[in-house]
């Protein structure tokens, strides 16, 4: 039985707390989830993919070539509840291994003081 709030464990999913030099040291894909409007307000990850996430299969079309060599998928958006909800249906399609980016980018710019970039400048 999983107490108030928790979610079940999927294998090849976790959600965490990461930095974006940990990110980028992990060899893996930075995907930013949000919608544009969402990017040129608040700004991105230098070099991450942007591809707003409006369902599964369109999204995995997106970024298939890019994680074809294996790799790693980090998703980002806003606050962590987007990629943990994406994240999880991944996990069940993809053998990659899918991590959501707990606290989004409020976590990476308000507390670890990411400066973001213009999307289109990375």
């Not at 230098?46 to 294996?70: M, N, W, Y």
């Not at 990629?83 to 996990?91: E, H, K, N, S, W």
Request: aromatic share 8%; proline share 4%.
């Amino acid at each position: 039985m999983f107490g108030f709030g928790a979610r079940p464990k999927i294998e090849g999913f976790e959600h965490k707390v990461m930095t974006v030099d940990e990110m980028r040291a992990s060899g893996a894909l930075i995907v930013d989830i949000r919608t544009p409007a969402e990017w040129y307000q608040t700004g991105v990850i230098e070099g991450a993919k942007l591809v707003t996430f409006q369902d599964p299969q369109s999204f995995l079309d997106a970024i298939r070539d890019d994680i074809a060599d294996g790799r790693d998928v980090v998703l980002v958006c806003r606050s962590g509840n987007r990629t943990q909800a994406a994240g999880m249906y991944l996990a069940q399609m993809i053998d990659n291994k899918v991590i959501s980016a707990a606290g989004g980018m409020i976590e990476i710019v308000a507390r670890q003081g990411y400066q973001p970039v213009a999307p289109g400048a990375s």
